[in-house]
């Protein structure tokens, strides 16, 4: 089954829904944060964290050893994560493009860095003259790409001896979503996640975000995937400047790692029949 662009007038935009899906994702997240400011919080479901994805994997060694998970999590983090690997078993990294939170703040941040740098109004697939966000050098962003992994080990590492989940003091979804900024620590976490996002578009995703790894993985084998058709796509580079994740020659890598699955390539694509959403075994379109 494929999906193509089809023609722009019929075509309704996929970043208009992306959109609304990541408002609405931000807007449940921000009204379990205030559920949390209500007296009674231990009896309503447990703390802010128990509601996060990550903290199924900081809790698991503790869990399958003793039974237990850390302080802060229980086993509705087990639900909510296999949530968001049932959609990656589907659609890739779709949840990091679609219905993540701290993603979805990060994408309103980058706006607004837009807008504010001399960037009124977006013209798709043509780069702007705003000055923020800036790309860094391809060294720097070579050398910070691992960062994650890295991350995602000392925190598998660190879990085996913790009472509480290791990123507990430094989850920016505490910070940007928790409402209870009663730490220092906390604070910083939050001006320098807010300061990397409006200077480098989801600086958080590419470098620091430990669930990010175990989600990639997905990239190489879901079923839904697009693909590309050589004889109509011209090079033209529009999806490049449309990706939020810096990755460049996109329709050569439609299978990255690196891809959220946010689709403004398909969006943005100015050639019908170059790109395609196809669910199921495909390959990439090329014909003599």
Avoid at 102 to 131: D, I, N, P, T, Y
């Amino acid at each position: 089954m494929a999906v193509s662009q089809g023609t722009k007038a019929a075509r309704p935009s996929l970043g208009i829904l992306r959109t609304a899906m990541l408002i609405g994702s931000t807007g449940i997240t921000l009204l379990i944060g205030i559920r949390h400011l209500l007296p009674g919080e231990a009896a309503s479901g447990g703390s802010f964290d128990a509601f996060c994805p990550f903290g199924a994997i900081e809790t698991f060694w503790r869990y399958v050893t003793t039974g237990q998970t850390l302080q802060t999590t229980n086993l509705l983090n087990f639900t909510i994560l296999g949530g968001v690997l049932a959609v990656s078993l589907v659609a890739g990294r779709a949840f990091c493009g679609w219905m993540c939170p701290v993603g979805a703040v990060q994408e309103f941040l980058a706006r607004l860095a837009r807008h504010w740098s001399g960037q009124k109004r977006h013209v798709r697939g043509k780069a702007g003259h705003a000055r923020l966000p800036i790309a860094l050098p391809d060294r720097a962003d070579r050398m910070l790409r691992p960062a994650k992994y890295l991350i995602l080990a000392v925190i598998l590492v660190a879990s085996v001896a913790a009472v509480y989940p290791p990123l507990h003091d430094l989850c920016p979804a505490r910070a940007l979503f928790g409402l209870k900024l009663t730490t220092g620590l906390l604070w910083s976490v939050l001006f320098v996640f807010v300061a990397t996002s409006l200077f480098v578009e989801r600086a958080w995703c590419k470098y620091f975000c430990p669930l990010a790894p175990p989600l990639a993985i997905f990239n190489k084998m879901s079923p839904l995937r697009l693909v590309v058709n050589h004889d109509r796509c011209n090079q033209c580079g529009r999806c490049d400047v449309e990706c939020s994740m810096g990755i460049q020659n996109v329709p050569e890598r439609l299978r990255d790692m690196e891809c959220i699955e946010c689709l403004e390539c398909l969006d943005t694509c100015a050639r019908d029949g170059s790109l395609e959403l196809r669910l199921g075994k495909a390959t990439q379109r090329r014909h003599s």
